[in-house]
Structures are given as structure tokens and as C-alpha cells.
């Protein structure tokens, strides 16, 4: 399928390390999203990219967070010295730059921090 | 300061009846509004919107009403199926650069044969 697509779908890992997911969007769409859910919450905005520049990146919850997207494409979320309180559902999703916010998610990767 | 809510965290609903999932906002400033449904173990899938030049939109079993003086938007499903089955997320955002989205903790809807 065309769709958003994410790895990994599962992510294991042991408090304080470093941990990369990643994102494909659905091709031709401009506009890239970051956000995450924890347990029992609502979808957490992190990050936003239009291209390959972030114009927001207010959701960021710590200086361990970082983002970055190549070629108008793929996006890379990264997670340094991660915590426990890390652990939560990172949602990707893209859109077509101006059609209202009609976002296109992919199916997450769901990250435990032991 | 949670700026999308929605208070019913799970509804049960019949098949064939009504469901009435509702949202309250706090931001004046949002001026589109969107409902996604999410299964488990799976992304978001976008639902229906709307505008706030609007205040009805329908899509099929599907019906979105905005009372922008309320701040309150509802999602009717009319007939429910068991299909309907999942979460239900209500959003909402400015039409600013960013179109970031502002998401309620979502309700869990149940559809009993």
C-alpha cells in the first residue's frame, strides 16, 4: 500500500539508551508529524516538518529528543539516554501542505523502556 | 491545561442505535475540527472534519456538528455497527502554518450485536 509506514513496530530497550525510530510518509506529501501516545492519554504533538526544516518543534518534551528529515522524505525520531517515562505509542503522520490538517497516520511503534 | 476534551471515556451503544460521541474545546482560535477512529495495534484513520465557516457535515452513516458558542463538537454514527468498534479521537486545529492537531484523550465506543 501507499500508506504511512513505521519501524520498528516494537522496540524494546533498557533505560539510558539510545533508541532511532523511523518514518516514511505517504509520497508527494510535504508535511510531516511526530506525535506520541502514552498510556490512558491522548495523541501528544512533538514535532512538525515542512520539507526538510521544522518549524515547530514546541512538543519536544526534553533536550534528549531530536528529529530530523532527508530528502523531503523519511524522518528519523531519535531518543537519547531514554527513561522509563519515555515508554508510549510514537505515532508518524504526513499531509499535503494546506488541505485544512487532514493527517495521514502510520501504525505507530510502540516503545518500552525497561 | 487540556485545550481538547472529551469526558466519557468509553459509550456502549446497540446495533442499529445511535452513537453520540461528544468534544469540548477551550481555543477560540482553533477553525477545523476532526474525528479519527483508531483500532488497537493500529494508526489513527482520519474520519471526517469540519470547518468552522460550517456547522454540519456529513459523511455517510457519519454526521459532525460544530456549536462554535458551546466550543462543543459531536460525532453521530446512525446506524452504529459493530464495526464502529474502536476509539474515537476528536482534534482540532488553527489553519496557521503548522496545522498541528490538539487531540482529546479519545472514547471508547462499543457496539453490541
Known amino acids: 500500500g501507499a500508506g504511512v509506514s513505521q519501524s520498528p513496530s516494537n522496540k524494546v530497550t533498557e533505560k539510558g539508551k539510545d533508541v532511532e525510530l523511523r518514518c516514511d510518509p505517504i509520497?508527494?506529501?510535504?508535511?510531516l508529524y511526530w506525535y506520541r501516545q502514552s498510556l490512558g492519554q491522548g495523541l501528544e504533538f512533538l514535532i512538525y516538518?515542512?520539507?526538510?526544516?521544522?518549524?515547530?518543534k514546541s512538543g519536544l518534551p526534553s533536550d534528549r529528543f531530536s528529529a530530523e528529515r532527508t530528502g523531503g522524505s523519511v524522518s528519523t525520531l531519535t531518543i537519547q539516554r531514554t527513561q522509563q517515562e519515555d515508554s508510549a505509542v510514537y505515532l508518524c503522520?504526513?499531509?499535503?501542505?494546506?488541505?485544512?490538517?487532514?493527517?495521514?497516520f502510520g501504525p505507530g511503534t510502540r516503545l518500552l523502556v525497561l | 491545561d487540556q485545550q481538547v476534551k472529551q469526558n466519557s471515556p468509553s459509550l456502549s451503544v446497540q446495533e442499529g442505535r445511535i452513537s453520540i460521541l461528544n468534544c469540548d474545546y477551550t481555543?477560540?482560535?482553533?477553525?477545523?475540527f476532526l474525528w479519527y477512529k483508531k483500532y488497537p495495534a493500529e494508526g489513527p484513520t482520519f474520519l471526517i472534519s469540519?470547518?468552522?465557516?460550517?456547522d454540519k457535515n456529513e459523511d455517510g452513516r457519519f454526521t459532525v456538528f460544530l456549536n462554535k458558542s458551546a466550543k462543543h463538537l459531536s460525532l453521530h454514527i446512525v446506524p452504529s455497527q459493530p464495526g464502529d468498534s474502536a476509539v474515537y479521537f476528536c482534534?482540532?486545529?488553527?489553519?496557521?502554518?503548522?496545522?498541528?492537531?490538539?487531540f482529546g484523550t479519545g472514547t471508547l465506543l462499543a457496539v453490541q450485536p
Open positions: 469540519i470547518s468552522s465557516i460550517k
Open positions: 481555543n477560540s482560535m482553533f477553525d477545523y
Open positions: 503522520a504526513s499531509s499535503v501542505y494546506g488541505t485544512g490538517g487532514t493527517q495521514y
Open positions: 516538518f515542512q520539507g526538510n526544516s521544522a518549524p515547530d
Open positions: 509520497s508527494g506529501h510535504t508535511a
Open positions: 482534534a482540532a486545529g488553527t489553519g496557521g502554518a503548522t496545522n498541528k492537531l490538539i
